[in-house]
């Protein structure tokens, strides 16, 4: 069963409809790609799944029912536009906002001591927000999303304008956070950015769902059979051979077959022709590569 | 603890533990003081410099002739008079070398001829003598005259003082044989009606500029994944008007207090009122001598009728339109503090409907608390949008309590329909951004 489950979902402002028809199913313990361009429709589509909006029909349903506001304390949410009061001291502000999750006084003070004792930031307690950094105001954003250990954590752009040290930190606490449980959706328009960490996405565009598969699946079924060879020595007489050469480099060379020649048959043939191969990879499609072949049929349509 | 309640918790705290919530909350007060003081003082001390002032006295009624036979002109206010010896042709030039800033020729005019009623003096000097100085040279000189004339016709002036001294109170007296008083009622109304005024104005602003920046720091949205829009429309409401009563129970408490300690301090070192009898304290313009038995009289009477007063009844009339009008118009403010975002120029415009009805209120407040019967009275303490203003206002009049009791109801209907409103308006507002908000699209909004 599907932890959350997204179906038919439609919503229209005036004329415009931000979200068409689109269902998703995102697994337990998985880590999912919302990905689209920006004004595709996920921040509205994350709107409805964190009840800040309802959609105009369609259903949500988390865990197998259907999603409510007394259920969003399962849902740790971090929007885009980060946003903090800003004359509020840290540590009241991240009890508050633990509070209004649900958390006890009590509760939400000894996880808020924990998570910034992870994060060494202990000190800050009653320094203003203002008076933060952008990077470290990220870092309570961060903290007041999942202080209330959320099943669901929703990040919209979570590592724009962090420098790569916090990334590194945030991409680290994500994969913990998915080994203890928790279910994490990403929605960002920088699709090389989570290649490597989604194990599933949903490609959106102009409010519909345009793709959606694992990663890898994805990326076999969109590739172009090409392989990058590396190797040493003289180019024999390509003639003959069961591929078409695309770019021939200094000792580097980039073919195209055709998908039903298995790779060993182009490796035997090259070692046959009397090449030293050093290397021999697969070139398979980015995921920015994909969504642009499939989206440039549709908005030329 | 519920949601609604933490977030009234927060707008409550957050306001009252600042700085600036402190130093207004005091400052305000102690900074109206200090300004009302400052102006005691600068009329005490007269700011216009002593004018040496020569005076031509032949009428001699501006100078009087004393035990030890000697002639003297008694000062007045800033001016100190020397009488001229000799001729007035000479002194006319001559004045400025004794050291003199002007000439006063009072001529001798036949002053107690009844039939004549315009004299004239001359004064010359290269400076203007100022207009409180010739108010009180007027009065001074008026007063001798009459006097003059007085005696000129047999007539005791202490007699006719004693013949003159009559104060008429009228006690004016509902139907219902409550006690009315129009000229107390009037300034009470006035007070009410002008705090009222300032309550929903800077109380509601501060509603939407709350409002304004949760949506524009995007916290809003955040926080909408916790809560109900509407839970946290009404507890910024809450919250800020509990930041409201909380800043007037302190005042109450400072006027006390300071009402208190002012007067022990000032007890016996209060100037004498004659000695502050030059221009008034309002606007500068000359004022008539304060009579010390007629001052008395007033404040005796003023202090009868608020005691007439119902006074709970009162206080708590004016608990219950503060919070009304307050919840009324503050949900209007929130309303637009979510549809404008960070653009003040954009708040401002949508502001003015607000703020509208609020001003024509508090004229139309004016004009009845001098026609407290009227139908613009009436129907004004019935009307939502303006009873808050007015309804406080006519409570001295003593209106019938089924129309206290109509105006209360419609005020609450008020602002359950207001609040109703903006939630609406609030709920789409609030997660908009980066759009002009017009007008229709708020009527849209609402109406959905």
């Given at each position: 069963m599907s932890f959350l489950s997204l179906s038919n979902i439609v919503k229209t402002f005036d004329q415009t409809k931000?979200?068409?028809?689109v269902s998703i199913e995102v697994q337990p313990q998985s880590i999912f790609g919302m990905l689209g361009?920006?004004?595709?429709?996920k921040t509205t589509l994350i709107r409805i799944i964190t009840n800040i909006l309802l959609p105009d029909s369609g259903t949500v349903m988390l865990e197998g029912q259907p999603m409510n506001l007394s259920r969003t304390r399962l849902i740790g949410y971090m929007p885009e536009e980060r946003g903090l009061?800003?004359?509020?001291k840290v540590g009241e502000e991240l009890l508050y906002l633990a509070r209004l999750r649900g958390l006890s006084k009590a509760e939400a003070k000894q996880k808020i001591e924990a998570w910034m004792e992870r994060f060494d930031?202990?000190?800050?307690?009653?320094?203003?927000?203002?008076?933060?950094s952008k990077g470290m105001q990220q870092k309570i954003q961060f903290i007041s999303t999942v202080v209330h250990q959320p099943k669901l954590i929703i990040l919209d752009e979570?590592?724009?304008?962090?420098?790569p040290i916090n990334t590194n930190l945030i991409r680290s606490e994500i994969f913990r956070l998915k080994s203890e449980g928790a279910t994490i959706i990403f929605s960002t328009h920088r699709m090389e950015q989570v290649e490597e960490i989604c194990e599933e996405i949903a490609l959106i565009h102009q409010g519909q769902k345009v793709l959606e598969g694992q990663v890898h699946k994805l990326k076999q079924q969109f590739k172009k059979n090409i392989f990058k060879i590396g190797f040493n020595g003289n180019l024999p007489?390509?003639?003959?051979?069961?591929f078409r050469i695309l770019e021939e480099k200094q000792a580097c060379l980039q073919i195209q077959t055709n998908p039903?020649?298995?790779?060993n048959e182009i490796l035997s043939y090259l070692i046959a022709q009397g090449m030293t191969i050093h290397s021999f990879n697969e070139v398979l499609p980015s995921l920015n590569e994909i969504f642009i072949t499939q989206v440039s049929p549709l908005s030329n349509e | 603890m519920s949601k609604t309640l933490l977030i009234i918790a927060r707008e409550y705290l957050t306001r009252v533990k600042k700085k600036s919530f402190l130093i207004t909350t005091i400052l305000a007060p102690v900074g109206m003081i200090l300004l009302f003081c400052m102006q005691i003082f600068i009329l005490l001390l007269d700011t216009g410099e002593v004018k040496r002032i020569m005076v031509k006295d032949?009428?001699?009624?501006?100078s009087h002739t004393t035990v030890s036979g000697q002639t003297q002109i008694r000062d007045l206010g800033n001016m100190q008079f020397t009488l001229a010896q000799g001729e007035l042709e000479p002194l006319t030039s001559s004045y400025k070398e004794q050291g003199m800033d002007g000439l006063l020729y009072i001529p001798?005019?036949?002053?107690?001829?009844?039939?004549?009623n315009v004299f004239q003096l001359q004064y010359i000097s290269d400076q203007p003598l100022g207009i409180n100085n010739v108010a009180i040279i007027n009065r001074k000189l008026a007063k001798e005259i009459r006097n003059a004339r007085l005696s000129a016709a047999n007539i005791d002036p202490d007699l006719l003082q004693k013949l003159d001294n009559i104060n008429i109170d009228i006690l004016e007296r509902a139907d219902d044989g409550n006690e009315v008083n129009s000229g107390l009622a009037f300034g009470f109304g006035m007070g009410v009606g002008f705090l009222m005024y300032f309550i929903i104005i800077v109380y509601g602003t501060m509603v939407m500029k709350g409002v304004m920046e949760e949506k524009t720091n995007r916290i809003v949205e955040v926080i909408l994944s916790s809560v109900r829009p509407f839970q946290l429309m009404l507890g910024k409401i809450i919250g800020i008007g509990a930041v409201g009563v909380t800043q007037f129970i302190i005042w109450i408490i400072l006027a006390g207090s300071m009402y208190l300690f002012l007067g022990l301090l000032l007890a016996g070192y209060l100037p004498n009122p004659e000695s502050i009898s030059?221009?008034?304290?309002?606007?500068g313009t000359p004022a008539e001598a304060v009579d010390m038995d007629e001052m008395q009289f007033k404040i005796q009477m003023i202090l009868d009728r608020v005691g007439s007063f119902n006074l709970p009844l009162l206080i708590g009339i004016f608990v219950f339109y503060f919070l009304g009008g307050y919840l009324l118009y503050a949900a209007l403010f929130a309303a637009v503090g979510s549809a404008v975002g960070d653009d003040s120029s954009d708040s401002q415009a949508l502001v003015f409907p607000i703020t509208i009805p609020i001003m024509i209120s508090f004229f139309i407040m004016m004009a009845v608390v001098n026609q407290p019967n009227s139908s613009l009275a009436f129907w004004s303490s019935i009307f939502p949008l303006s009873s808050p203003l007015i309804m406080p206002a006519l409570m001295p009049f003593s209106p019938p309590w089924w129309q206290i009791l109509l105006s209360m109801i419609m005020l609450i209907i008020g602002f359950v329909f207001t609040t109703a409103l903006a939630a609406k308006i609030y709920r789409t507002g609030i997660?908009?951004?980066?759009k002009k908000i017009t007008f229709r699209e708020l009527a849209k909004w609402a109406l959905k």
């Open positions: 931000a979200v068409d028809q361009p920006n004004g595709a429709g009061y800003k004359k509020m930031i202990l000190d800050w307690w009653d320094k203003k927000v203002e008076e933060l979570p590592f724009s304008g962090l420098d007489n390509f003639e003959q051979a069961p039903d020649i298995n790779p | 032949d009428s001699g009624l501006f001798n005019n036949h002053y107690e001829d009844n039939q004549k030059g221009p008034s304290m309002m606007g997660l908009m951004w980066g």
